[in-house]
């Protein structure tokens, strides 16, 4: 089991910076292959980034590529996400996911676990 809670989130300016946070739970945070993803209001669940369980392979939506940068400590049990350059479509729930399988990481189905997620607000 794994427990996943974010943080970071806030109302920031378009053109600002926010940097997430994901803490998990357990002994085994290092064993999981970590994502965030993020819902905006009426529309679906979409992947923005993802790491591998040994920080060795990233993974970026298009939409966030060159402004946002996933990365992990292990020994923090914590995930982070480096949004730069915010735009006003970055504005959604963002949430962070821990999952084993080897593939499908920018699917919602690579994930077993779930954060409850931090609002990330970005005004024009």
């Known amino acids: 089991q794994v427990q996943l809670v974010e943080s970071g989130g806030g109302l920031v300016q378009a053109g600002g910076s926010l940097r997430l946070s994901c803490a998990a739970s357990?002994?085994?945070?290092?064993?999981?292959?970590m994502g965030w993803f993020r819902r905006a209001p009426v529309k679906e669940r979409e992947f923005v980034a993802a790491?591998?369980?040994?920080?060795?392979?990233?993974f970026y939506a298009d939409s966030v590529k060159g402004r946002f940068t996933i990365s992990r400590d292990n020994a923090k049990n914590t995930v982070y996400l480096q949004m730069n350059v915010l735009k006003p479509e970055d504005t959604a729930l963002y949430y962070c996911?821990?999952?084993?399988?080897?593939?499908?990481?920018?699917?919602?189905?690579?994930?077993?676990?779930w954060g409850q997620g931090t609002q990330v607000t970005v005004s024009s």
């Open positions: 790491i591998r369980w040994n920080g060795g392979s990233t």
């Open positions: 996911a821990a999952g084993t399988k080897a593939s499908g990481l920018g699917f919602s189905s690579g994930y077993d676990y």
């Open positions: 357990g002994r085994t945070f290092s064993s999981y292959n």
